[in-house]
């Protein structure tokens, strides 16, 4: 268990590292750190999309203002509930959007249980979350433009041990029946 706790500290810690430095690829410094996708996830080509062409992700990837709203509630929640220990894309409100929103009911809503890049999310229009009730996820717009579900990313392709972040500015909702 305190192994567990320890590999979640240090993925906690890595991820408010990264969103710090969230902003346009100008804005990142360090060596890009690629992160690849199962092959075949995500179409070559798709001009004007955030992203590479093989689906990764990089640190030079990361896009949006730079984040000055962090998601560590929900990511500590997240990580509690163990669903970051496969490669997943996590939609993570910001500490102001939860607002005193518990995290722990809304979590599946905001995992998706294969990562996608911003390019991927593009092109796929529309993804499964872990929260299958909910139907899927609808993307709409790319790179800044980009939405999920409405909610505008804040900062985005943020690429982590298991998980593409990208920060939102409200809760999701799953769609009424």
Do not use: Q
Not at 38 to 50: F, K, M, R
Not at 51 to 74: L, V
Not at 167 to 173: N, Y
């Amino acid at each position: 268990m305190t192994k567990v706790r320890a590999l979640g500290a240090g993925f906690l810690v890595a991820t408010m590292a990264a969103l710090t430095a969230c902003g346009s690829a100008s804005e990142v410094a360090g060596p890009p750190g690629r992160i690849a996708l199962p092959p075949g996830s995500v179409p070559a080509g798709a001009a004007g999309l955030t992203g590479s062409p093989d689906g990764s992700t990089t640190k030079a990837d990361i896009f949006g203002p730079a984040c000055s709203s962090k998601p560590s509630r929900f990511l500590t929640a997240a990580e509690s509930a163990e669903l970051l220990d496969t490669a997943v894309t996590v939609f993570a409100p910001a500490d102001e959007a939860l607002g005193d929103t518990d995290p722990e009911p809304i979590l599946r809503r905001h995992v998706i249980g294969k990562r996608y890049d911003a390019k991927g999310l593009a092109v796929a229009g529309s993804v499964p979350s872990l929260d299958s009730t909910g139907g899927p996820v609808k993307i709409d717009g790319f790179g800044e433009n980009m939405t999920i579900d409405g909610a505008k990313i804040l900062c985005g392709n943020v690429p982590e041990r298991n998980a593409t972040v990208f920060v939102i500015d409200k809760v999701l909702k799953p769609k009424s029946a």
